[in-house]
């Protein structure tokens, strides 16, 4: 089992593609660094050499390209070496580790679009990943306007996207279940409002959750 160190704070972006979560990792992740705080930025699926070349394996290609489990597997092969590599190291020197993406991505799409198949991602997330992230930040937004900002970048990366509106829509109400279910965690920001304005939430809410740590 995976060993989480005790120092450092692990923050993750979550939501729908094209909802904003990358713009939003880089802003909190600058406004940190800005104040002085050893902080890394980083991505799933990929964040480690390992990971970025299991990442294209799974984005780029025919949506049916993989069976569900098989998907499960590689997503969960390539967030064992992110953390391996990239994530526990930078806790264990205390810095504030920001992902776009992590374990509430597979619960959401490979568990929730696929109910049946919830039990073998909580199962794998257990004996190999084993950790949650401090707090948990899911931008919400309408699925229609969230993917037509995502397909806009033409990013060849749009296997997810592929699978259309109504895929998206239950993704989105899967994150919001997640949320209800670990309100602890994991925080609802509404994602379609400027830039600004939700950035500017995300940082009170860091800040307020580095300060009740302290
Ligand atoms: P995600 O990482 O969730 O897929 P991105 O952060 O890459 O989303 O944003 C998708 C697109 O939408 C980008 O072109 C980005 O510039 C734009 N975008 C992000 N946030 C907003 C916002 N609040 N209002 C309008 N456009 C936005
Ligand atoms: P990402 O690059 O974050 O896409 P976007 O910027 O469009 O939101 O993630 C790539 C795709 O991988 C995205 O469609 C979501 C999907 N994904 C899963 O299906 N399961 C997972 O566990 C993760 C981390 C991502």
Known sequence: ?????????????????????????????AALQAGGRDTVLTREPGGSTGAEAIRALLVEGAADRWSPETEILLFNAARRDHLEKTVLPALARGAVVISDRFADSTRVYQG??????????????????????????????????????????????????????????????????????????????????????ISADVLAATRAFMDARA
């Open 1 to 29: 089992m995976l060993k989480r160190p005790d120092t450092g704070i692990f923050l993750t972006f979550e939501g729908i593609d094209g909802s904003g979560k990358s713009t939003q990792a880089r802003a909190l992740a």
């Open 112 to 197: 929730a679009a696929r109910a049946s198949l919830r039990p073998l991602v909580d199962q794998l997330h257990d004996l190999v990943i084993g950790m949650e992230p401090d707090l948990t930040f899911v931008i919400d937004m309408d699925a229609k306007i969230a993917l037509s900002r995502g397909l806009a970048r033409n990013s060849g990366e749009d296997r997810f996207e592929d699978m259309g509106a109504t895929f998206q829509q239950t993704l989105r109400a899967g994150f919001l279940e997640l949320a209800r279910m670990s309100p602890e965690r994991v925080q609802v920001v509404d994602g379609a409002r400027d830039m600004a304005a």
